[in-house]
């Protein structure tokens, strides 16, 4: 039997979040992905939380950390390259999270590109995620960027699909 604190942690979980951003948000992203082809890029999301609805306010593109990264967190899949991983290195969080703090706003997710492949997390993708982030991800073929997705977890641990509000620039509060 589930306490009640687990039981309203299970209903909103279920609940449909989404995340409200604006088209130049989306195409710095896009330009991200294409700019680091073959590679993949990744980046930070900040902004604010109210209730279901996040809203981004600045895309912080970083550097892809996997080689660095891999060898000490993950040295089996080390021989796989930025082609097909990414890693953000915990100095760029920490930057960006007092970046953040700076200007009352806080990391809401993780952006990265999937490259000659769909737009859709990969096991690597969800074992690693964090259930409070949005996961964005664009999908580049042959070096142009096609569909961009958002992704959050359930409460089972499985990624679902987020709902994406395109607004107006002037709708989001710097
Ligand atoms: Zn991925």
């Not at 930070?44 to 990264?69: C, F, H, I, M, Y």
Request: contains cysteine; charged residues 25%; hydrophobic residues 35%.
């Amino acid at each position: 039997m589930r306490t009640l604190h687990q039981e309203i942690l299970h209903i909103s979980n279920k609940m449909q979040s989404s995340i409200a951003l604006s088209k130049a948000h989306i195409l710095s992203i896009r330009t991200h992905g294409e700019s680091t082809y073959p590679n993949e890029c990744c980046g930070l999301l900040l902004g604010r939380v109210t209730g279901d609805v996040k809203t981004l306010v600045e895309v912080l593109p970083v550097q892809n950390a996997w080689v660095s990264e891999a060898e000490d967190c993950w040295p089996e899949q080390k021989q796989l390259t930025e082609k097909r991983r990414y890693a953000i290195a915990p100095a760029d969080m920490l930057k960006a999270m007092k970046e953040g703090r700076d200007r009352a706003l806080e990391i809401i997710g993780i952006y990265h590109s999937h490259n000659d492949c769909p737009a859709i997390p990969s096991e690597f993708d969800r074992a690693g995620a964090w259930s409070q982030y949005s996961y964005i991800i664009v999908s580049v073929m042959q070096g142009t960027p096609t569909d961009l997705n958002s992704w959050i977890l359930d409460s089972e641990g499985n990624f679902q699909a987020e709902e994406i509000l395109t607004v107006a620039p002037t709708e989001i509060k710097k």
